[in-house]
Structures are given as C-alpha cells and as structure tokens.
C-alpha cells in the first residue's frame, strides 16, 4: 500500500500515535535492559562505573530514538530503503579502507566522538531492503530464479564484506536474517531445502574426503575447524574460556549463587564478562531461574513481534517486523548456544544486555522500526 | 507497489503461514537452549559447583616451626631464626627500576643478587613477590619501612631459618638443614607435601638427617581463594601444623667447644663417654666447618675449599668428615687389652707368666719386630701394656687364636656399627676366619693373627668404637653409646648394659696394667698422668702403622715419624678412662698421622678428660707440676677458642 491508499481516520496523528505504540515490547524492553543494567553492576565488582551508567544513558538515547522513528509513518521508512542500504553498503567498503583496527578485526569508522561500525548498520538496512524489494515484487513472481538472484546479491554483498572484516558473528546474523525474509517473503521451500542439502552436503564431502588424496581442505585448515567446532581441544586457548564459562553457569544451580557472589565471574575466571560473556555471570548469580526467565522475557518479545506482524496487512511493515524479531532471536540464541558451548564461539553479543554502545543502538532503531510499523498499521 | 485487496490478503496469509513455522523452529531453539540450561544448572550443578570451587580454592601449606636441639644443659644447639626479606611485587613498584635504585641506596644489597632479582621480576607476574635482600638487619627493615612511600611494592616480610649458634663445634654431631632438592625426593620414600614446597629445608647430615621424621613435624594448610591469574585474594581458613619436636642430646655444648679447641690444628677425633650409661658427652672431630654457610647457600668457593680441591690429596684433612664414626683405624696397641683379654679367659695364659722379648719373634719364617728392637726382656701381662711390648702379644695370640680374639674384640664392642643418629656411620672390621675367607677369598694365616694381636693388619675400628672397647674394660658391662637424651620430653633409652660375664680377677689386671700405663714411671704415658688423686687415669696408648716401609732418597728405611711425608706418619690413638677407682668417662682419641700416641693423643685425652671431670677448665694443680707451666700456656692459648656458653632453658622433661 502507498501513502495515498492509507485512509487517514485508520492511522492515528500526533500524540495519538503514543496510545498506539506496543507497550508490551516497550516494557519488556525496558526488563531486559534492566537486567542488563544489574548485570553490569554486579560485573563491575558493586559499581556503576565504568559501565552501567554509559549503558544506561544509551539505553536513554535509544528509547528517545525508538520513539522518534515510531512517530515517523512507515510508508516514509521504506522509501528509505534503498539509499539506507547503499549509504551502509558504501561505508562497509569504506571500512576496508580507512578502518579502525581493534582486536585484529577491522569494523570500526572513527568518527571523531563516536566510532561507528557500519555492519551494524547494515544489519537494519538489509532488513528494510529486503522488506521493500518483497513488497515491490509482484508476488507471482517471488520464487521465480532470477527474482531470486537480486535478493541474494542484495545479500551476497555486504556478507563478504563484513566475512572480510573479519567478524563472523555478523556475517552469520546478515546471511541467516536475510534468508529468513526471504523464506517470510513466500519463496518456494524447495529453493531451501535444496540450499539446506548442499550445505549439508558440502560439509559432509569436506570431512569424508578428510584423509584421503583427494580432501578438500588443506590439513593446517581442518586442524583450524576442529578447535573452532571444539574449543575443548585447546584448553588454554578458546577452550579455556568456554570451559570457564560453563563452570560458571553450571554452578548457579537452580537459585544462583546470590546477587555479586559469583565467584568465577568476581575472580576473573569469566572472559569478557561485561560483553559476550554476560550471561554466564548470569546464570552463576541468578541460576536456572534467573537464565529461564531472561530466556522468556526475549521469547515474549520474538511474540509480541509476531503477533504485530501477523495482523499487520501491510506486506513491508510485516517483513520489517519479522525481520526485526529473526535479528533479535538470532542475536540471543548464537549468544546462549555459544556461552552454553552448544555452538562456537563467533563473538555475538547478547542483545540489550551486553555492555556496547553501537549494538544496544542498533537494536533501538530496530525495534523503532517495529514501532512505526505497529503505530501505522491499517486498520 | 499497488496491490488489490485479494492480493493483500493472499500476501498477509502467506506472510502469517510462514511466520507461524518460523516462530516454532524459534521456539524448538529456545526450547533446546532451555533444556542444555536444565541439565547444566540443575542436573549438574554439583559437578560445575565444584569445578568452580577448584578453580577459586588453593590449599597453601604452612610450614611447620622445626624442632629445636638441645645440649644436654639445655644450650641450643640448633635454632629457628626469625629474619627479614626484602621482596618487591612488579605491579606494586611500577617503575622497577628506578625503586630498585632507590632501595639499594638505602640498604646494602649485593650487587649480584640484585642482578637476579631484576631478572625475576621480569619474567615472573607482576604480583608474585620477588626476594631482593635476604637475611637484612633489623636497622635496614626500619630504614624501608620508613621509606616505604619511595618505594612502592617493598615488603619486608619475616620468614624463618635454620641457625646454629654453636657454629663449627656441632657441625659433625648435629649436622645441618638444607633446601630440598630432587636428589632428596628421588631418593627418599616420602610422601610429605611439605617436600613439595620450594627450598623447604630438610636435613642433610647427622642428627639433623636422621631425626628428620621427628624434627620436621606436620604441615599446616590454609584454604585461600584466588583468582584466574592466581593471585591470593583472601584468605577463607587456616589449620596450624604440629611444630617438630624439640631434641636433647647427651652432648655437654661446653665440653664439645673444649675439644673442638684442643684439637685445632690437627686432623683428629675425641670421644668422651660416660661409662656408667653410655652417653656421649663430647664428639669432636677435626677439622670441621661452619653448618651455617650451608643453610644460607654455600658458595661454590667455599665448597670447593671443604672438599679441597685445590689441595693435593696426600694432605686431605677431611673437614666434612665426621672421624669419630666415619674414619676407621687400626687401633695398634690399644688393641692389646683385646687380646689379653681373649688369652686370659681363655686360660692359655696367667697373669704371671712371663714371656721373654728379644725384640723380635719368628713365626715360621717371617720375623715379626718389637717397636723396642734391643727387646723388653722378661714380660708378664702388667709389664706387656704397660710397655707395650709386642712379642708378647705375638706369642700369646698364637695360643689363642683369631676367632677367640674377635669374639672378645665384638664383645667390647668393636666390629660392631653402634647405631648413633650420625651419617655414615661405620661398623669397622673385627676379622676372624671367616670373614678374611669371605671378605678376601684367601685363608687365614698365622701371620694375620700375629698382626691382629697389636691392633694392625686387618684390624680397623673408629673412635666410638674404642672408646665403648674402653667403657666396657672399665665397668665390665655391655654399655652401648647414646647420643639422644631425650625426643619432645621422652627419654630415649639409656645406654648401660648387663654385664659381659668376664672374669671380674682378669679384668682387674688389665686395668691395673692400665693404670700404670699412664701412671708408672716406666709406663708409655707417664708423662701424660693426671696428678689429682681423686681423677688418677688409666690409659693404653697406640700408635698405628699407615704403610709398612718407607725409603728415603738412598734406600734407607726411615724409622723417625718426622722424617716421614705427613700421610705417611703413624696414626696417634689413646684409650683412657678416669676416675681410674671409679670410673665415670671414657675417652678414645686419635691423631691422624700424628706419631706416636703417648706424644700426640694421650696429651689430649688427658686434657679432655680433666676438662671432663672437673666441667670446666682444671687448675693446674691437677697436672703434673712438670708439665704446669706448658699446660698454662696451652690453656691461655685455648682461652680464645672457648666461648662462654651458658646452660640453657632446663629441657630434662624426663
């Protein structure tokens, strides 16, 4: 639906617009983040420095953002599309270039009192991309080959170069998150079926042909997929960090071992406990309850997102929302799967509660979008 | 795009289909997650529970305080010293450094050491205290704690260590402690943690080595709580050890400073024990060393010294030895009692008999000589020890035999290895028949037996083993030496025997043969008597052949001990005890390579016993006048060798 089709007495005007924002994702919000905030106290050793008050005047920056962009109609995102993606798409090439380097990856854009690392940015603009192209798109034709091949290059592209950073976390929430629109967007499952045999296929030709004169890989490169896929393997390295980390959470027990108790992440046994780590201090602290409602007020919010975008007629507002929710869910279950040693460590944080500026704003404007879209539902 | 309505809806219903199998893929992901947090949470909480609590919780050991050594009037003879390090932290001092600089201006540090310290503090954590001064004055601590503003990161922390203040006199009783090294664990069966602790000293040597089980004590522990990289972070609690138990010994600190004194110089070794119940009052050996150089850490020019290396090996002195228990010597003619003894009981000589000396004896066709070459003449058994005439020894060992010798030779003690607390202690040899067949595969001869008689041959015993021969001649009882009096309060048990079932007529002669030895004026030691009545010596001198001829430069034998290289020169022993009516001590001495006993060890027994006797320096009248006026030089010489040592706490908890 264009603009000129919205029946303006169905689309709420001014502060109106407040009255019909999602609260519940407003306030589960608002829990999360809070806990986040708990968190990152306790982690400090009792302190509000050095992180929760910078946190929690993101948090603040964010909300107001949030806000703002729910204010904004819809129809107006959309249009914006196509210049997010290629301004996000430019800086990610100007990223290779000109870039910060921190921790041997190079995400960062110096942009005098902010940094800003343009993948995140990306992870929006695809979303919204994507959204508007399935929207353009006659729906006959969605699962025709070459209608396909636009959106993968859509997502091709900034893929490797976020891989290139390298920053495999990101390359796997762009990959999947786009994908998931696209399977949203209607495509034929056969097109996923066939790439989910390949990959399957793939993986499974690389590790049979192991040994053999005619493996895929070179033997330093099958070494290096080990220790990825099994940190264990190098106990001082990767694996000492993911075996501290599981002692940490499993130690929390059923109630935790108390609010700034636990001892592994107070002594320092935890890696980077403020940032992807979070949720093993956690766990220790709050225990199985603690880690299982974190789990339920995120599942609650994936809910909420789905029931907005299900009643939601308009087809680009629905992708966006339900991009949004695959993004946040992907977020959370990469960052508990990997803390839990169920995936590999690839450096995911967790969404609203990791300490990082760049990460909790991006997550704003996301869920600003899922505002605008819930705000100017037709009705 | 413009839609119509029915495409709308068709878009919405796909859009709400594929979200809804979406969302339950999303829900078995957060279900699996949810599940792994179940099973690691609470099914296997206990197991990660305590995974974490290895990880925060290290066991330190606290050493135990080492049991003390006491002489036998309470002195110490082995102490704990409390002493002050200087450690400094990398992370504390920030710039190194510039602190290292500072603290060395205010406190001598040796260069060296200082050299190594730098060094650790380099490689190790920056939290790990790393010793830059060692054993500091109670005036240098101050002077850092007084600074401690300039320097961040020094500590001067108090640790604990060996010391003893009687330095080189008990170096060869009571030994010394050293850091355990791997030698010590792989050669010790021990499954101690507190060996496990880096220098933990242990005993090396002597009392301190074999009473280690009983002087070390339990460890303490302490439970502290630490973080990933180690550091201590407080600690959680402690469980104090068992300090070792405290030891006396029998040794009189005073006694044994006195024979260090008197036999400085020489490279010999004095035994004085109490004859009544066997305990050592004093076992010297000379030269010795300081023990404390090696608890500090010797230094390789010091150890090369003690084991003189750069000295030619003719002219080893041995000061690591312990010549009363670990050097064995023929006992030459303080062996003759031995031998009367055997033929006295035997039967197969009187007393009164007499055996005629012209200064040499054939046996078969090898002629056995008499020191006294012109002959003695007429001898009985007095006249035999109190001359030490040999011939006669020769003649009467061949009535009695070899075997009866040994069995009497082991009866008063020899050829046995008295199981003192001491290192190496050596059983000698007391050969009879079989052991020449076992021991050297060749038969006995007559001519072995002829050598034995006067102490030489095969014949070697140590100095604790002549001076238990003396104490049992004087009380003809079994007594066996005792050098521990008591362990933590418990007296150990005493030394006095049952009686050897001697017959109490032959004994009687014997040591009225050794009475005039030292007081006849015809005896071999008459010029070292005791002239106080009340402490009259009866004594045997001997003096031990080292190698049978040496020639001079034209082939002529040389018979004069001072004509001799000194490695070549005769061992000098004496035996005596005293009171000669009442004996009370026993004392063997011998003088490696010092000539003949009456000239070089009888002088020194005498002076040891005395000293003995009267517990403390004797007045001169106890000597010969004679002698007086050498004895009084000899003592103001000596006086700076004797410390004043006071008797200590009483420890006769027994």
Known sequence: MSYLEYQVKYVPSGFRKLLHLNWPIVFLITAVSGFGFLMLYSVAGGSMDPWVTAQAQRFGLGMAIMLIMAMIPIWFWRNMAVVGYA????????????????????????????????????????????????????????????????????????????????????????????????????????????????????????????????????????????????????????????????????????????????????????????????????????????????????????????????????????????????????????????????????????????????AMLVLMVAFGLMQSAHVHKPR | ???????????????????????????????????????????????????????????????????????????????????????????????????????????????????????????????????????????????????????????????????????????????????????????????????????????????????????????????????????????????????????????????????????????????VMDVTNGDIKGIGSAPTYDPNVFVQGISVALWDDLNEREIDPKLHRRPLAAKTVQGTYPPGSTFKMVTALAALEDGVVTADETIRCVGHSDVFDVRFHCWKRSGHGNMNLNESLKQSCDVYYYDISQRVGIDKIAAMGRKLGLGERHDLPMSAVRSGIMPDKTWKREARGEEWRVGDTVNASIGQGYVATSPLQLAVMTARIATGNAVNPRLVKSIDGVEQPSGAGESLGLNENNLRRIRRAMFDVSNHSRGTAYRSRIAEERFKMAGKTGTSQVRAIVRDENGRVITRNEDLPWNARDHALYVAYAPAENPKYAVAVVVEHGGGGSVAAAPIARDVLLQALYDGTPPLDAYPSAVRGQIADQQRRLSTMIRDIQPGRDTDQA
């Open chain 1, 87 to 358: 301004l996000a798409l430019i800086l990610l090439v100007l990223v290779e270039f000109i870039g910060v380097e921190r921790n041997g990856s190079q995400r960062w854009l110096d942009l005098g009192p902010m940094d800003l690392q343009p993948s995140e940015l990306m992870k929006i603009s695809l979303i919204m991309l994507l959204a508007a192209y399935y929207d353009w798109l006659p729906l006959n034709k969605v699962s025709k080959p070459l209608w396909i091949l636009v959106p993968l290059l859509f997502i091709a592209a900034p893929a490797y170069l976020v891989l290139s950073q390298p920053d495999l976390g990101t390359t796997i929430l762009l990959v999947t998150g786009g994908g998931a629109i696209m399977f949203l967007a209607g495509v034929h499952w056969a097109y996923f079926a066939t790439v989910i045999a390949g990959g399957v296929g793939l993986v499974t030709a690389v590790f049979q042909t192991r040994g053999t004169p005619w493996q895929i890989l070179q033997d330093y490169q099958y070494r290096r997929i080990d220790t990825f896929l099994d940190p264990t393997q190098d106990p001082l390295g990767a694996g000492y960090h993911i075996t501290q980390a599981k002692i940490a959470l499993g130690s929390g027990g059923w109630t935790g071992r108390g609010y700034m108790q636990g001892t592994q992440s107070r002594l320092n046994f935890l890696p980077e406990k403020e940032t992807d780590f979070i949720f093993t201090t956690l766990a220790e602290e709050f225990g199985f309850i603690g880690a299982f409602g974190l789990l339920m007020l995120y599942g609650l919010i994936i809910l909420f997102c789905i029931l907005s975008a299900v009643t939601n007629k308009d087809r680009f507002a629905s992708l966006v929302t339900l991009g949004v929710a695959v993004t946040f869910f992907l977020f959370f279950a990469v960052n508990m799967a990997m803390v839990m040693g169920l995936a590999p460590v690839v450096g995911v944080p967790l969404p609203l509660v990791s300490y990082g500026g760049s």
């Open chain 2, 1 to 271: 795009m413009k839609r119509g309505p029915k495409e709308t809806e068709e878009s919405a219903r796909r859009i709400s289909r594929r979200a809804m199998l979406l969302g339950t893929a999303q829900l078995g992901v957060m279900g699996i997650l949810g599940a792994r947090m179940g099973s690691m949470q609470v099914e296997q909480a206990d197991t990660f529970r305590m995974l974490a609590e290895e990880n925060r919780i290290n066991i330190g050991l606290i050493p135990p305080a080492r049991g003390l050594i006491y002489d036998i009037n309470g002195v110490v003879l082995a102490d704990n010293e409390q002493h002050y390090t200087i450690t400094m932290t990398r992370e504390g001092a920030g710039d190194v450094d510039e602190v290292l600089a500072r603290l060395s201006r205010i406190v001598a540090i040796d260069p060296e050491q200082l050299e190594k310290a730098r060094e650790e503090l380099r490689v190790r954590s920056a939290f790990v205290p790393v010793t830059v001064a060692q054993r500091v004055s109670w005036e240098d601590v101050a002077r850092v704690t007084v600074n401690a503003p300039a320097l961040p990161g020094v500590v001067a922390e108090l640790g604990r260590s060996r010391i003893y203040p009687q330095g080189a006199d008990m170096a060869h009783v009571v030994g010394y402690v050293g850091p355990v090294s791997d030698y010590d664990l792989s050669r010790i069966d021990d499954q101690d943690p507190l060996l496990q602790i880096p220098r933990f000293q242990i005993g090396k040597t002597m009392v301190e080595n074999r009473l280690e089980q009983e002087l070390r004590g339990s460890a303490g522990t302490k439970r502290v709580e630490v973080n990933a990289a180690g550091r201590v972070m407080r600690e959680l609690d402690r469980q104090e050890g068992l300090p070792g138990a405290d030891v006396q010994l029998t040794v009189d600190a005073r006694l044994q400073n006195y024979i260090q004194a008197r036999l400085d110089g020489e490279s010999a070794a004095a035994v």
